[in-house]
């Protein structure tokens, strides 16, 4: 049994010591939250949920799905940090990301394989961000292996403030409003300016990357940037919206009181990041081709599709139970609307399925899935995902509203609570749970942030659209429409 000492995957309390031991500067309203994050009511739910993540490595039974053995090290690290040579690799990596979609039912959209999934395809990918003077290369593999063995999670910023979206970042009023290269002194390069979103704030390393999306032209120059420091970084600040986690009550907010990840804008006020954490400096070129060129973009597609697949599977099993509970699912009104559900499930395994299939090797020796059906599910997602609250709605109806606060359960009214709120396949305290779950998933305002998540956590799906379009290669369709055009009788 190893101890907690090693380097290598980390047990949830190690999660929790770092978090509350690491000083960072999180505004929540007029709060600023230096320690023990963990404890704060904003963060508490999701910082244990984290936590139950990474126990989840060390438990006995799951180690060989959760972890492989360190190439430096020989200690088990966390398996969304391998790089995949082969097929089982693969494999390995769709099982361990499935199991900790599953725990959340998909709800965390940032647990720690989505970025490591980038890193790692990144750090395969070094020669891409170059040897020269500064050697980002190596800045890029040593990063790797430091997150690696020690198990970090990350949260990444990509995008410049919604300040006027008619013109790129240097032709704002304020040039410094978008974070950019403000100097470059011996101990690195000083940033200024802010990104947004980041979500999950309590992480332990902030990325900043480009978009997978936005290109930089030449005016971009100083915001073509791509880095990674340490949230105790000097000068930064994360400011939090406000927490939809409603308290702490699992029964009365059964998803927001356990993963509501936060979202928050950065800003860095001066930022040195020291040479050895600079990726990609005042390179428009590299920073518009680093998503692809690399292969990141894959293997965090990949990790999102399966992430989107568990969504979907929770979310048709959790409006089945609404209708089977109150005796709905016998009209087929009803049947229909969880069969899209059902059919968007499929559709997201479908196409994880076919990448997983059509996997090769890439360039930088990685086996990597085909991107076709993964920029596929990246694209139709937007489409599906909204579809799923509604469904809930459409079928949960006033019953949704029939969700009294915990406390009736020892109140005066609890008899009338057993009497009234019971229903064909439930009696009344397990119908309010359910129904509770349901409106959290769908209507709460941690239900209305996961709707917006899934339009754009990926991107601006017109903008992502308009790049399949382009990226699609659609001449040999053309070509058989001017085949039968133009064929003789
Ligand atoms: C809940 C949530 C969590 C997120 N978490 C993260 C995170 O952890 N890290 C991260 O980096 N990002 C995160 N994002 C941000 C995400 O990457 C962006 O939402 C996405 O890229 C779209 O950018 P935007 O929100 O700035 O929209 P905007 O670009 O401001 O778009 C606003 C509207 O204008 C339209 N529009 C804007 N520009 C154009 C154009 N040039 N052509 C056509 N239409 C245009 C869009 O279609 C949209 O309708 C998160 C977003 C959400 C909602």
């Known amino acids: 049994m190893r101890t907690e000492a090693l380097m290598g995957a980390k047990s949830g309390r190690e999660f929790l010591q770092r978090l509350d031991s690491t000083p960072r500067e999180i505004w929540y309203g007029d709060e600023k939250i230096t320690g023990s994050v963990s404890q704060h009511?904003?963060?508490?739910?999701?910082?244990?949920?984290?936590?139950?993540?990474?126990?989840?490595?060390?438990?006995?039974?799951?180690?060989?799905?959760?972890?492989?053995?360190?190439?430096?090290?020989?200690?088990?690290?966390?398996?969304?940090?391998?790089?995949?040579?082969?097929?089982?690799?693969?494999?390995?990596?769709?099982?361990?990301m499935k199991a900790w979609a599953d725990f959340s039912g998909g709800m965390m959209g940032r647990t720690a394989d989505y970025l490591n999934s980038s890193i790692m395809a990144m750090a395969a990918a070094k020669e891409f961000f170059g040897k020269g003077e500064r050697d980002f290369a190596s800045n890029v593999s040593k990063y790797y292996e430091y997150v690696r063995e020690n198990d970090l999670i990350l949260t990444h910023t990509l995008i410049n403030p919604q300040t006027n979206r008619g013109v790129g970042p240097s032709k704002q009023a304020d040039p410094f409003i978008a974070a950019r290269v403000a100097d470059k002194t011996p101990d690195g390069v000083v940033i200024r300016g802010a990104r947004m979103l980041a979500t999950l704030p309590i992480a332990d390393e902030i990325m900043v990357f480009p978009s997978t999306v936005i290109r930089s032209g030449q005016d971009d120059v100083p915001y073509s940037i791509a880095f990674a420091v340490p949230v105790s970084a000097r000068g930064l600040k994360f400011i939090c919206r406000e927490s939809f986690s409603e308290g702490e009550s699992t029964f009365d907010h059964p998803l927001a009181s356990r993963f509501d990840e936060q979202d928050a804008v950065v800003v860095f006020d001066d930022v040195v990041v020291p040479w050895d954490r600079v990726f990609i400096l005042e390179d428009p070129d590299r920073a518009n081709r680093v998503n692809d060129a690399t292969g990141a973009i894959v293997f965090m597609a990949h990790q999102a599709t399966v992430r989107e697949a568990a969504k979907a599977e929770f979310m048709a099993g959790l409006m089945t139970m609404v209708a089977e509970t109150i005796g709905a699912d016998a009209f087929p009104q009803v049947q229909e609307r969880i069969t899209n559900v059902l059919l968007s499930a499929e559709t997201m395994k479908a196409f994880l399925r076919s990448s997983e299939a059509g996997a090769k090797t890439n360039q930088w020796g990685l086996m990597t899935p085909d991107y076709a059906p993964l920029n596929s599910a990246r694209n139709i997602w937007p489409r599906l995902a909204p579809d799923f609250a509604a469904v809930i709605k459409q079928t949960g109806a006033s019953g949704l509203m029939a969700i009294p606060p915990e406390g009736i359960l020892g109140s005066g009214a609890r008899p009338d609570l057993d009497r009234y709120f019971q229903a064909k396949m439930a009696d009344g305290e397990e119908r309010v749970r359910l129904f509770k779950m349901a409106w959290d998933a769908s209507g709460s305002s941690f239900g209305g942030r996961q709707d917006l998540y899934e339009r754009f956590f990926f991107g601006d799906p017109v903008r992502m659209a308009s790049a399949y379009y382009s990226w699609y290669d659609k001449e040999p369709y053309k070509q058989r429409v001017k085949e039968l055009l133009h064929r003789g009788d």
């Open 41 to 96: 009511p904003a963060f508490g739910g999701v910082a244990k949920s984290i936590a139950a993540l990474y126990d989840m490595q060390l438990k006995p039974e799951l180690t060989d799905v959760m972890t492989y053995e360190s190439p430096t090290t020989h200690d088990p690290v966390g398996t969304s940090f391998l790089q995949p040579r082969t097929r089982e690799d693969l494999a390995k990596r769709t099982a361990m």
